[in-house]
């Protein structure tokens, strides 16, 4: 059943980062808190410091709150999850900052766990930082991941124009030749092709797979991945049904803009995804997860440090990734109508005790 206002919550990501730059400014037009309840977790106070750093800002209407239970429609609500004497470094990677986003990620995920909030969009983070401070994640995927028991999940890149999924995420480069087998592979394109149907209302997927060495290996001359991983891979998913096609050589698949003729791709590790990806979707990119039981989504940008505290923050990709959550839950919420609908339905016709037409001899 569809709901009139979907409640989102925000996590502030690093508070010396531009996260709260770009939440500000994507909610400063009171148009914005017509379709839906955001609900920041993170501080009232570092709100305000980033908030006065702003121009061309209009008046803002602030609600705090304890639990987004509380929180109310047309006003910015701010769970206060961090102390009060928070020091606030624009710029600056501290452990304090590190600290906060950890504390305001868990008190999210948390409100999403108690269905306070429907959604999650988190601010960016600086990994290394909360690394240094238990963190124990490369990052939220992998957090998520772990949260939620899911079995395995993608970082989905998604915009209007290009949908890009990888095989392996946070790894080192030297690891990613190891660590990709026809298995992940096949299981990617699985959560890619549910999620497009799902997710983003495609009815039938077309998946392109793109190859791990330059030129697909050159038929083995300098690399067989593509010939002994991907490919039976890519085999295995059609005979699934799975509209799957390659493996195809990254630059000429990027450069001759074949991605468009295609519903998502399929990389084989970060970099080779998210290089052309945010080449050409950077402005509206949005981090999608994948094979969650909820919804989470995150700009395609990191803290920019160096931008901090100084109005240039672009927040096109956090507005992006606000909407793009609210579409996925809504897109989900009837596709599950559907099957729910279409259920009975097919049982009923399996269970039909009405005799067949009698056969002619």
Excluded: W
């Excluded at 600056?92 to 959604?119: F, H, Q, R, W």
Aim: charged share 25%; with cysteine.
């Amino acid at each position: 059943m569809a709901k009139d206002r979907i409640t989102v919550g925000i996590s502030q990501g690093d508070t010396n980062g531009i996260g709260y730059e770009v939440i500000i400014k994507a909610l400063a037009d009171p148009r914005i808190l017509e379709s839906f309840i955001p609900v920041i977790y993170g501080s009232s106070k570092a709100f305000g410091f980033y908030r006065k750093t702003l121009h061309n800002i209009g008046n803002i209407e602030t609600h705090v709150i304890s639990s987004a239970k509380d929180a109310k429609p047309k006003v910015v609500n701010i769970v206060n999850c961090l102390p009060d004497n928070l020091l606030i470094e624009p710029g600056k990677a501290t452990p304090d900052s590190a600290k906060a986003a950890m504390t305001s990620l868990e008190c999210a995920v948390k409100g999403l766990k108690d269905g306070e909030i429907d959604v999650l969009v988190t601010a960016p983070i600086n990994k290394r930082a909360m690394d240094s401070e238990g963190f124990g994640f490369t990052g939220h995927t992998e957090y998520l991941e772990q949260q939620f028991g899911a079995g395995d999940v993608t970082m989905f890149m998604v915009s209007e124009s290009i949908k890009v999924g990888v095989v392996t995420g946070h790894i080192p480069l030297r690891e990613v030749s190891s660590a990709i087998t026809s298995e992940k592979i096949l299981s990617k394109l699985r959560m890619m092709r549910n999620s497009l149907k799902r997710d983003f209302a495609v009815d039938e997927p077309k998946i392109a797979v793109l190859g791990l060495n330059p030129h697909c290996g050159d038929g083995g001359l300098i690399g067989d991945e593509e010939r002994t991983v991907i490919l039976p891979a890519i085999q295995a998913a059609q005979a699934e049904g799975i509209m799957a096609y390659g493996p195809y050589s990254a630059d000429g698949f990027f450069g001759l803009g074949n991605y468009m003729r295609f519903d998502a791709t399929l990389a084989m590790y970060h970099d080779q995804g998210l290089v052309p990806f945010k080449a050409l979707a950077f402005e509206d990119g949005v981090n999608y997860t994948a094979g969650l039981p909820v919804v989470r989504t995150s700009p395609d940008h990191g803290t920019a440090y160096d931008m901090a505290g100084r109005d240039e923050a672009d927040p096109r990709s956090m507005i992006s990734s606000i909407y793009t959550a609210i579409d996925i839950f809504r897109n989900r919420l009837a596709y599950d109508d559907l099957l729910e609908n279409r259920l009975p339905e097919r049982e009923n016709k399996e269970k039909d005790p009405r005799p067949g037409k009698p056969q002619i001899a």
